[in-house]
């Protein structure tokens, strides 16, 4: 009878453990499924309970604390109480509302929930509350600073502790065959559709790739580890294993392709490291088992020849680059494109070498980036928007570089070298422009503005171009600001037309899309 004994015991009467709460059905052993314990049908089959806001946890590790028990209900809803019952490895936990109960189970059953990387089982109790003693104060505390993070508060600091434990910010990452690379912005991508990404460190331990994220806040840490643990981030390989990190704070000195502070832009990049590699951001297989695609907006998920594509890139010998940096572009609106339409647009995601509008088929471009990561980020990012009424196609070319034309020979201006072109933005090693990469928005980020211009003057030159200015906000020094258009479409176009546009005094106006909203 050991499927049942050790769950019966939570409820017969008299038990110790629970003589903190009135159960209206002491005695009554129906909490047990006697089958999760991996009793065999011989053995007594016990009737699962109706469904209740309390939940009966049971195969506990040893040294689990109330909080790991917690941190389980903590994405479904708020957690009203707590009891543990130490002997037993068993647990019963009561959410505010029976639906997140329910919402709870359901999810637990499609996946296994674990405490210190041991499944535990959980079902609904037939008790409908726990009455506990109210002078059993570490639980309270602890409930009490779990509330009070749920509803944006800070714990008072003898709790934090332990709450640092489950409830920590940070997860370790570690990611298991590893075909494609993995990047520092990859892991940003994936997990910020969880919350706010605050920090990110990358490192090698044991030849395996590991990386500690921090968020802004532990609940989303929390909802981060359940829906990615486990999970591909390509098609059948890179799987994500994640843990809670000891760590509740992580420091980061520089910013580069190793480790990143999004909420300090202005950290150096490190002797001799090289700044954000943004490499493969986007060259994801849109397979249903591929994370990226699994995600919605996660990235524009890319077909799985462009992450091999990228991953030789990547892996390629030292001196030879393995993927093109050579763009076709097709759809363009073949009376209102140019070179310099498509050198600032692609400029926005690197350095664009020179562009060509095809002779014969006018509504098509290469584009030589200045290498195959920089065209791979271009493509992810570009590839479906607007630009000049028409939905761009952009994709990988088989050239390996755009011709020039032979001495002598007009090609009406279809071709331009832009090799020693001054607007490239990546050209200077650890710019801030690497950190500063984000898809086509409608909010545009301006820089290098004269002390003398004024919003009005801003709004102005922004909607001349037939677009409309929703929103603008100076930066606290006046040389910055955002300014949002009312579609992406529209931004797009006021970033081709206005970036490095004279201000006057020599002054170009810099352009660029941002990540936030006014």
Known sequence: ??????????????????????SPN???????DGTSNGSDSKKLRVEEAPPSRVLHIRKLPNEASETEVIALGLPFGKVTNILTLKGKNQAFLEMGTEEAAITMVNYYNTVNPHVRNVPVFIQYSNHKELKTDAGNQRTQAVLQAVSAVQSGGSPSSDVQEALAAAFSPVLRIIIDNMFYPVTLDVLQQIFSKFGTVMKIITFTKNNQFQALLQFSDPVNAQQAKLALDGQNIYN???????????????NVKYNNDKSRDYTRPELPAGDGQPSMDSSVAAAFSKDSNSLLGKIPGALNPLSAAAAAAAAAGRVALAGQSGSSGVLLVSNLNEEMVTPQSLFTLFGVYGDVQRVKILYNKKDSALIQMSDGNQAQLAMSHLNG????????????????????????????GLTKDFTNSPLHRFKKPGSKNFQNIFPPSATLHLSNIPQDVTEDDLRLLFSNGGGTVKAFKFFQDHKMA????????????ALIDLHNYNMGGNQHLRVSFSKSTI
């Not at 002491?26 to 047990?32: A, H, K, R, V």
């Open 385 to 412: 928007q607007k630009m000049y009424g028409k939905i761009i196609r952009v994709t990988l070319s088989k050239h390996q570089t755009v011709a020039l034309p032979r001495d002598g020979l007009d090609d009406q």
């Open 482 to 493: 955002l300014l949002q258009m009312s579609t992406v479409e529209e931004a797009i176009q």
């Open 26 to 32: 002491s005695g009554m052993s129906s909490i047990s």
């Open 1 to 22: 009878m050991d499927g049942i004994s050790d769950v019966a015991v939570g409820v017969k009467r008299g038990s110790d453990e629970l003589s903190m709460y009135n």
């Open 236 to 250: 059948s390989c890179c799987t994500l294993r994640i843990d809670f990190s000891k760590l509740v704070n992580l």
